[in-house]
């Protein structure tokens, strides 16, 4: 069976493909300036960072160093579970480097705060940064540092450019929010690879 477009879904496009571009370089300059003269490790955030970390990276004209971490808040829903699971036992060997955490987006914090806990506790980093695509205006659950951030976003579930919905839409190449007939129809159907975030 063929599915309808995911683009027939989006109600209205958030941030388009040329916007998330073009913030993207002025993101990188940034980091580039901070980070001058030292070699950088990028921590994507699995699966919702894949597409941001893709992109900014080969943006930052510093040598840099990939590494990836599944985390899971949401659970395959639209509201973050309050408990974020780390999806591998072992992190990373990020010791004496210089750590940029990409992640798609920050919403109650917990994500974000419960990764640079574990990083800045367990792997001896010489410095940790952070980096999300959006900023949801959402309450936080967690104070977290957040040292670059690309848009700022209202308090609504968003997809696309990686953030999915039950496990689609991570690859419309914009931002968009999902049409309320699309969250039902999907609500009773199956969800694909949930459970990362
Ligand atoms: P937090 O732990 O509540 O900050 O949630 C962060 C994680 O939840 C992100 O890494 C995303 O994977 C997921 N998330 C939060 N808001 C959205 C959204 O609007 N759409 C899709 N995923 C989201
Ligand atoms: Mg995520």
């Known amino acids: 069976m063929t599915e309808a477009p995911l683009d027939a879904d989006i109600q209205k496009i958030l941030f388009h493909e040329g916007t998330i571009l073009a913030r993207l370089d002025e993101l990188a300059a940034e980091i580039g300036r901070d980070l001058a003269g030292r070699e950088v490790t990028v921590v994507a955030i699995l699966h919702g960072g894949l597409i941001f970390a893709a992109d900014l990276l080969r943006r930052i004209h510093l040598p840099v160093k990939v590494e990836t971490l599944s985390v899971a808040s949401y659970h395959g829903g639209m509201r973050s579970t309050g408990s974020v699971t780390f999806n591998q036992m072992a992190l990373p060997d990020l010791a004496g480097r210089h750590v940029l955490i990409l992640d798609d987006i920050l919403d109650s914090g917990r994500t974000l705060a419960a990764i640079r806990r574990r990083l800045e506790s367990d792997c001896h980093a010489a410095s940790v940064r952070s980096c999300v695509l959006l900023d949801k205006n959402a309450p936080r659950a967690e104070d977290v540092t957040v ?41 009773s159907g ?8």
Not at 159 to 181: C, F, I, M
Not at 190 to 197: E, F, R
């Open 190 to 197: 199956p969800s694909v690879a949930a459970g990362a975030a």
């Open 147 to 187: 040292d670059y951030r690309g848009f700022e976003v209202g308090d609504e579930f968003v997809v696309g450019y990686g953030l999915d919905y039950r496990g689609r839409y991570r690859n419309l190449p914009y931002v968009g929010v999902l049409k309320p007939e699309a969250i039902e129809r999907r609500e």
